[in-house]
């Protein structure tokens, strides 16, 4: 198949290093995967804390907290204090900032015509390859054997390990021995320190369910917020991205006697850019809100856009409403509910071909992605292939 510019550049919009494997799915499980603030903090705190609040409390125990039961104690290690109340949560937040500006960087490559027409096979590998890598458990794996094989045996103990009596190895008789806060700083906050140095921390993404998109609905229902709620259900039953509905749908693209609507991307690199134009289902929910849209609205002219009142404020209502109805945070507004329909069309059996033309894909290769082995799609086979079965008795 041969793999157009386009499809590369959806891929390098959507590249990551910090999404996927082993690490992701545990702080999934721990609600402290996301991209939104208040899960930013929640990481930090936690991360800081497994780290340095062990090692407080043991020292204490042991009466190594402060004084002069060591030459080094706790409270006076400011190394340690450093290293886990600064570093580490500097090192949390930057993977979001590294997570953030490395998709336009990798889209700077196409929009800036730095990669041939020739070479796009050979740049979608590459980002398909660092996928890989990023999803690897053995590459996790490795690291962790690196950590403790290397950066704890080796580094630590012989370069920096202090040789005074200190509250992680106090003196004895027989020479200085780890104290349970050592044991702990050693075995536990060491290596996920110097791991978080060299991998990076999983930012979730993913599609919102129908129940969730229900709830949604609900919350943005209310005076305050209803107005942005055509908006909604417009991305949900067309599966248009942000911009086709925000900033190019104008009133001239709305068929409402047909019930199809045009929708517009913007395709192509550098100075290269041409509008894309294909036409969409208009269900019967939306035509309500759109007939009730056409009512309102104060500007006559057919190239005024759709939904330009909408946009006021439409992050900060959609963030409130997403909070009400339980979304997890993180969650991406638009990405999750276009994600949602493409997904549901494929279940539903809509054909590849046909589903890339309403998504607007100039390759067919990115809209696989929503081709999910589930639940209903295993029952569907099961019962073609039980009523193939009673035919042929």
């Known amino acids: 198949m041969h793999i157009t510019g386009d499809a590369v550049l959806h ?18 499980r721990a609600h402290l995967s996301g991209n939104a603030v208040s899960v930013v903090r929640q990481r930090v705190v936690v991360i800081a804390l497994l780290g340095w609040l062990p090692l407080l409390i043991l020292s204490a125990v042991q009466g190594h907290l402060w004084g002069r039961s060591v030459a080094m104690p706790f409270l006076l290690d400011l190394e340690v204090h450093i290293r886990f109340l600064i ?19 990798a889209k700077a490559f196409l929009e800036r015509n730095l990669i041939r027409e020739d070479d796009l096979p050979r740049f979608d590998k590459a980002i398909i ?29 012989q370069f920096t390990a202090l040789a005074a009596d200190s509250w992680y190895a106090p003196a004895a008789l027989t020479g200085s021995k780890l104290s349970l806060a050592g044991y702990w700083y050693t075995y536990a906050s060491l290596p996920k320190f110097q791991f978080l140095l060299i991998r990076p921390d999983p930012i979730k993404t993913r599609e919102l369910t129908d129940e969730e998109a229900l709830r949604v609905m609900k919350a943005l229902d209310t005076p305050e917020r209803r107005h942005t709620l055509p ?11 942000k911009s086709s509905l925000l900033d190019y749908l104008r009133w001239k693209d709305i068929n409402l006697a047909d019930e199809i609507i045009t929708l517009t991307a913007y395709k192509g690199k550098g100075g290269n850019i041409k509008p894309k134009r294909w036409p969409v289902q208009m269900t019967g929910r939306l035509k309500k809100e759109l007939l009730q849209l056409q009512l309102q609205r104060t500007n006559k ?31 991406r507004y638009f990405y999750s509910v276009r994600h949602n329909f493409g997904t549901e069309m494929a279940n539903e059996g809509i054909p590849l071909p046909a589903l890339a033309k309403l998504m607007g894909h100039s390759d067919v290769k990115m809209t696989m992605r929503y081709y999910n082995m589930n639940k209903k799609i295993l029952d569907k086979a099961r019962h073609i292939l039980d009523r193939r079965a009673m035919v042929n008795r």
Request: hydrophobic share 55%; no cysteine; glycine share 6%.
């Open 231 to 241: 908006v909604f259900i417009a991305a949900m039953d067309t599966g248009a991205r």
């Open 129 to 157: 390859s660092a996928f890989r890598l990023r999803n690897s458990v053995i590459a996790e794996v490795l690291l962790v054997l690196i950590v403790y094989g290397v950066g704890v045996s080796v580094v630590w103990h």
């Open 11 to 28: 891929d390098a919009q959507n590249f990551s290093l910090v999404l996927g494997g082993p690490l992701y799915q545990l702080l999934r």
């Open 87 to 105: 570093v580490v949560p500097l090192l949390v937040i930057a993977e979001l900032v590294v997570h953030k500006r490395l998709r336009p960087i």
């Open 301 to 331: 002219n057919d190239d005024a856009l759709v939904f330009e009142p909408a946009k006021v404020n439409l992050r900060k209502l959609w963030t409130a409403a997403y909070a009400e109805a339980a979304v997890p945070k993180g969650t």
